[in-house]
């Protein structure tokens, strides 16, 4: 192996640019009936990954995972990253369409991902309270949170709004592509309580996402939600039943669990 990262390191600095592809293999790594020990890169990839960014700065990361992985040095040091699932045989082709430019990335991420096994309680322990994790009850710094993506282009929000009809939510929230490129959005919407309660609820709860497709540069749209009483129900111990617990709550729209750059309160 160590020739190889010779190898490439000798390729890399004859070359402008570089992109090196690392990650997992659907039969390696983890899968169904193996879990991982550990969330760190594999060494040998994250070496490879470093000798050829020393030997050629201008090296981009094409990331193949299933899972999250503890990429701070990358995050750190690589001018960009990547991420793509394993997938079919077009895998390749929509690869090679989002570097080249022919289409804008416009995933989002579907789970947290931490900076290291440090943040992880044991793997038996499923007690999200108590050993705080997922987006919902994680109180500390992430590498990425839930819900984030990057694209081509940079998207603002405004004009939030939250209104009673009958027994839900009707919300509403202005997205506009703030940059050159058209691209999709994926709008977010998050509720937190902030009355007191008996009962301990998340530090924030996804109720709503609506996928804008193909934003102009300078365009604006309104994403809008209908949020139901079953969406803000918690299992409250006294009752012995999920309700919807009175009070008042904040909601908040943005790319992802933690940009909350429009917020509003609303009484339940």
């Known amino acids: ?4 990262i010779e190898r490439a390191r000798a390729l890399a600095k ?6 090196v592809a690392v990650g997992c293999n659907p039969v390696m790594n983890a899968k169904e009936e193996i879990d991982r020990k ?6 040998m990839q994250e070496k490879l990954v470093e000798a050829v960014h020393a030997a050629n700065p201008n090296t981009a990361v094409v990331l193949i995972t299933n899972y999250p992985y503890d990429i701070r040095w990358m995050q750190a040091h690589v001018p960009a990253i990547l991420m793509n699932a394993t997938g079919s045989q077009d895998m390749g082709n929509g690869l090679a369409a989002a570097i080249f430019g022919d289409t804008n990335p416009a995933g989002r991420l579907p789970m947290t991902w931490y900076l290291s096994d440090a943040d992880l ?17 994680f109180d500390r710094p992430v590498l990425y949170p839930f819900g984030y993506g990057l694209s081509y ?5 405004s004009g939030l709004k939250a209104e009673r009809e009958g027994e839900n939510l009707k919300v509403s929230v ?22 007191p309660s008996g009962t301990v609820h998340p530090l924030r709860r996804l109720i709503g996402f609506e996928r804008l497709h193909d934003l102009q540069p300078g365009e604006h749209r309104t994403a809008e939600f209908t949020v139901h009483p079953c969406d803000l ?24 669990c933690l940009d909350e750059r429009v917020r509003t309160q609303v009484q339940i």
Do not use: C, W
């Not at 192996?1 to 190889?4: A, I, L, T, V």
């Not at 550990?38 to 060494?43: E, F, L, R, S």
């Not at 592509?177 to 999709?184: H, L």
């Open 1 to 4: 192996m160590s020739d190889g």
């Open 14 to 19: 004859k070359a402008k640019k570089v992109i």
């Open 38 to 43: 550990t969330i760190g890169m594999i060494p």
């Open 121 to 137: 309680p044991p793997m038996e322990d499923y007690d999200l309270i108590a050993h705080p994790r997922t987006y919902r009850y």
């Open 153 to 157: 282009t940079t998207f603002g929000y």
């Open 174 to 195: 202005d997205v506009t592509n703030t940059g050159k490129t058209a691209g999709d959005e994926a709008a977010q919407l998050y509720i937190r309580r902030v009355s």
């Open 233 to 256: 129900a918690i299992y409250m111990e006294k009752e012995g039943r999920k309700i919807p617990e009175p009070g008042t709550y904040e909601i908040y729209a943005g790319g992802s």
